[in-house]
């Protein structure tokens, strides 16, 4: 089963006009997972192997929306087969989440009699993403406008970047750093993480440099598409200020050239968008600090997470 997390709701529209023409008798079915507050780290690859398990069509496509919605084009769906997917989803869920579970959280549509009411969601979804996105990059420039100026390296306190190493090395917790201005990518790494690992979050580089130097953390993961400073450049302000540093790229921008500048100034690897859990948890059990404080942890028999 293919699944679709990036611009989904512009290829689910597309994909839905298409089958609307040559296709009219597939299925589609919208589960509204928008309604609900999500509490499972892993809640999203708990309804993906579900669906994997319930649909016996391997051709099906499932289209992840922003706000949390899916949809899914498939061939067999029926009434009857929602009810199955639902009962084998919900007790694999967190008591709270299940209690959500209604039948109104979901409908099934035949695209070729309800193409225009599937046309409709489709093209309200992505005119609200268009809203979110234009909000977004109002607060984002309004908070660059109050600081209106450029971290250098000389406006930093000597004293805490002196002391970079020794506060990560005596500090016993866990601190991984994240640095993304996408609010969907940001979504998708407080779910993987936060019932995993301590996570802090910023969304631009120059707060991004400022929150390294006061928080020392073990990991750090670089978006490079930020909204102020190109993520190379704060990769570069970084290592100047901690040689040893930790940190791994992301971008859905995942091309070779990226890619090889990233890991000529320093970092340590890369992850192309839409990333995983298993991706991201693998980079930071490598960071030799993690490994450092985990390994002192079961010295003292008390593993460290």
């Given at each position: 089963?293919?699944?679709?997390?990036?611009?989904?709701?512009?290829?689910?529209?597309?994909?839905?006009?298409?089958?609307?023409?040559?296709?009219?008798?597939?299925?589609?079915?919208?589960?509204?997972?928008?309604?609900?507050?999500?509490?499972?780290?892993?809640?999203?690859?708990?309804?993906?192997?579900?669906?994997?398990?319930?649909?016996?069509?391997?051709?099906?496509?499932?289209?992840?929306?922003?706000?949390?919605?899916?949809?899914?084009?498939?061939?067999?769906?029926?009434?009857?087969?929602?009810?199955?997917?639902?009962?084998?989803?919900?007790?694999?869920?967190?008591?709270?989440?299940?209690?959500?579970?209604?039948?109104?959280?979901?409908?099934?549509?035949?695209?070729?009699?309800?193409?225009?009411?599937?046309?409709?969601?489709?093209?309200?979804?992505?005119?609200?993403?268009?809203?979110?996105?234009?909000?977004?990059?109002?607060?984002?420039?309004?908070?660059?406008?109050?600081?209106?100026?450029?971290?250098?390296?000389?406006?930093?306190?000597?004293?805490?970047?002196?002391?970079?190493h020794r506060r990560r090395a005596q500090r016993s917790a866990l601190e991984i750093m994240v640095v993304e201005d996408d609010i969907f990518s940001q979504k998708l790494v407080k779910n993987a993480l936060k019932d995993e690992y301590p996570l802090t979050m910023t969304s631009d580089g120059q707060g991004a440099i400022m929150s390294y130097v006061n928080r020392a953390p073990d990991i750090l993961f670089l978006d490079i598409g930020l909204p102020d400073i190109n993520g190379h450049e704060v990769l570069k302000k970084l290592f100047a200020l901690d040689p040893d540093a930790y940190v791994v790229m992301f971008s859905g921008n995942g091309d070779k050239e990226n890619v090889m500048k990233a890991i000529e100034l320093g970092a340590k690897g890369f992850i192309g968008k839409p990333f995983t859990q298993e991706k991201l948890i693998q980079y930071i059990q490598k960071s030799p600090f993690i490994q450092e404080k985990q390994n002192r942890e079961r010295a003292d028999g008390n593993l460290v997470r």
């Open positions: 089963m293919q699944v679709i997390t990036e611009n989904a709701e512009k290829q689910l529209l597309q994909e839905l006009k298409r089958c609307w023409e040559n296709a009219p008798s597939l299925r589609c079915l919208h589960i509204k997972f928008s309604q609900i507050k999500q509490s499972s780290a892993d809640w999203f690859r708990q309804v993906v192997e579900t669906i994997r398990r319930s649909l016996d069509d391997p051709a099906a496509t499932l289209f992840f929306c922003q706000d949390n919605d899916v949809f899914i084009l498939t061939r067999f769906m029926t009434s009857k087969g929602v009810d199955d997917f639902f009962a084998h989803l919900s007790p694999k869920l967190e008591p709270a989440l299940r209690a959500t579970i209604t039948p109104g959280l979901a409908s099934l549509f035949e695209i070729g009699v309800d193409w225009p009411k599937l046309r409709t969601v489709c093209e309200n979804k992505i005119e609200n993403q268009r809203i979110n996105k234009e909000h977004e990059r109002a607060r984002r420039q309004k908070r660059l406008s109050q600081s209106n100026r450029k971290i250098s390296l000389d406006t930093i306190s000597k004293d805490l970047v002196c002391s970079l």
